[in-house]
C-alpha cells in the first residue's frame, strides 16, 4: 500500500520550536506549502469547522491519490486563516475530524486541540494507515502517549464502515455539544 501523500500549507504564525510541520518536513515525511497559492491540486484539507468528517467515505479518494493536508497555523487565527485558505484552494474538500485528546505539550488533554502531525496521524487511521500514522508520530516524544491516550476511541474509529457511523461513534467516548 503506497502512503498516503501529506502536505502542510504553513503559515508560519506558531513557535518555531514547538512547529510539528517543520519536522515532518525535515525528516521527509510530508510537504509543507508556504505559499496558500500552490496547494494540492485535490484532497482533503482538515478543518475543524467543515461540517462533513474524514472517514472510510473518503477511503476510495484517498487510494486513488488525494491528498491529506493540513493547516498548520495558530488556534488564535484559525477563523482566517481557513478562509485564506479556502478562497485559495476551493478544489480541496474540508474535512473535520472525530474527537480526540491532545498529547501534545502546549494543549495535552484537551479535545480537539490537535497539534499538526497528530491531526494528520489520526486522518491516517481513519483511512486505514496504522502504520503511516505510527510512522509519523515516532519521532515526536509524545507520539506513543498520544496513541495510548485515544486508544479505544482510534480502534472504534478505525472500525467504523461510513462517515455517518464515524459521527455516533465518537459520541461513546466523548460528551456530545449541546
Not at 38 to 44: E, H, I, N, Q
Not at 112 to 133: M, Y
Not at 140 to 164: C, I, M
Request: glycine share 6%.
Amino acid at each position: 500500500m503506497e502512503a498516503v501523500p501529506l502536505h502542510i500549507i504553513h503559515l508560519s504564525q506558531d513557535d518555531p520550536k514547538k512547529c510539528t510541520a517543520r519536522k515532518l518536513q525535515r525528516l521527509g515525511l510530508a510537504i509543507i506549502h508556504e505559499q496558500i497559492r500552490r496547494p494540492p491540486r485535490r484532497g482533503f484539507l482538515l478543518d475543524p469547522v467543515a461540517g462533513t468528517i474524514l472517514g472510510p467515505d473518503d477511503a476510495p479518494s484517498i487510494e486513488q491519490g488525494a491528498s491529506i493536508v493540513a493547516l498548520d497555523c495558530s488556534w488564535k487565527r484559525l477563523d482566517d486563516s481557513l478562509a485564506q485558505v479556502q478562497r485559495r484552494a476551493p478544489s480541496l474538500e474540508g474535512r473535520t475530524l472525530p474527537v480526540v485528546l491532545a498529547a501534545n505539550p502546549v494543549s495535552w488533554g484537551k479535545p480537539g486541540r490537535l497539534s499538526t502531525v497528530e491531526a494528520l496521524a489520526v486522518s491516517l487511521i481513519l483511512v486505514d494507515r496504522w502504520g503511516q500514522a505510527e510512522e509519523i508520530l515516532r519521532p515526536f516524544s509524545f507520539g506513543e502517549q498520544f496513541l495510548q491516550l485515544n486508544a479505544q476511541p482510534l480502534e472504534a474509529y478505525a472500525d467504523a464502515k461510513t462517515n455517518a457511523e464515524l459521527v455516533e461513534i465518537q459520541w461513546e467516548f466523548f460528551d456530545k455539544p449541546e
